[in-house]
């Protein structure tokens, strides 16, 4: 069960509307890495869990949380829009920018109005929607939710690192403080869901139940053990072998990383097997012929 309070968790308006910064937050809603997407991440990882209730219980609180998120940015997308131009004079249409000073209209607005996403007058009334900043719809694939916990919490690592990112690069691209203000909250929220998955991760994998590789529960004999730390130089030169992963004892302490700088190919020439007659593929050679120049009759014959 939820329940919505009509408060919101921070908010500071903007001090002046910007309908081309309302179309630059929307990525912050219904982008990749957008609250949209971690919401529904956590949300399915918890309705998922088998595990721990703790773990449940952490994923869904956080999940709610960024259901709040979603509020506070449509609020400010709002505020943003407030008073958009939604027209341009006839008389401008040829140089719009030309047409609205000759006219006495803010060559500002017209500006704006080019600028702005469409959508948010056609579609949504001056409000937000569900989707990116270029329009794109939010989609379900976005979301991780694999129900084991140790990649889960690995991919929400990585959705709140790309997510704060486009937070701080959206913060730095206004000078209006109240927009400021509320990034700059959700910004430390990010720092902490970063903390969150990192103390997670490492709590998951004391705890026994999981550990790397994922899945940990794969018998090990099963893979070619051989090639499991190997790093394979596939570029020219070798910088990389300075690397962490090049040398010493491999991450999940089970074998020593090894530098392969000329790894060469374990497989042979690959040869397809040939298509079928009916599919009219081109073959490797050319098809047998009869006496009278005709084709052979393919091998199965359509029975109809």
Same mark, same amino acid.
């Given at each position: ?12 308006? *903007? ?6 910064? /309302? %179309?630059?937050? &929307?990525?912050? +809603?219904?982008?990749?890495? =957008? ?71 803010? *060559? ?6 080019? /600028? %702005?996403?469409? &959508?948010?007058? +056609?579609?949504?009334?001056? =409000? ?177």
């Amino acid at each position: 069960m939820f329940y919505h309070s009509k408060k919101l968790q921070y908010f500071k308006p *903007p001090e002046k509307p910007d309908p081309v910064y /309302a %179309m630059k937050i &929307q990525e912050l +809603i219904g982008g990749t890495f =957008g609250e949209m997407t971690v919401m529904m991440q956590y949300l399915f990882q918890g309705w998922n869990c088998r595990g721990p209730a703790k773990y449940r219980d952490m994923l869904l609180d956080v999940g709610t949380e960024e259901i709040g998120h979603i509020e506070m940015l449509a609020t400010t997308i709002a505020h943003l829009l407030d008073k958009a131009p939604v027209n341009i004079q006839e008389e401008g249409a040829t140089d719009a920018v030309v047409g609205a000073v000759m006219g006495g209209t803010n *060559p500002r607005d017209v500006i704006m109005n080019a /600028a %702005m996403n469409p &959508q948010h007058a +056609i579609v949504s009334g001056l =409000g937000a929607t569900p989707s990116d900043s270029v329009g794109y719809p939010w989609n379900g694939r976005f979301i991780v939710a694999s129900g084991n916990l140790l990649a889960d919490f690995r991919s929400n690592l990585h959705a709140e690192s790309q997510g704060r990112l486009q937070a701080v690069r959206l913060y730095e691209m206004t000078n209006d403080p109240g927009v400021k203000d509320t990034l700059s909250f959700m910004i430390a929220r990010d720092t902490m869901h970063q903390n969150l998955w990192l103390a997670a991760i490492e709590d998951l994998e004391q705890s026994g139940l999981e550990s790397t590789p994922v899945p940990s529960s794969f018998p090990l004999e099963l893979e070619k053990r051989e090639f499991a730390y190997q790093f394979w130089n596939h570029s020219e030169g070798n910088e990389s072998s300075q690397g962490r992963w090049a040398k010493g004892r491999s991450m999940d302490g089970r074998g020593e990383f090894e530098y392969i700088t000329n790894p060469q190919p374990l497989g042979p020439q690959p040869q397809p097997p040939q298509p079928e007659p009916q599919l009219h593929a081109t073959p490797q050679t050319r098809p047998e012929q009869q006496g009278d120049g005709s084709r052979k009759p393919p091998v199965v014959q359509h029975i109809g």
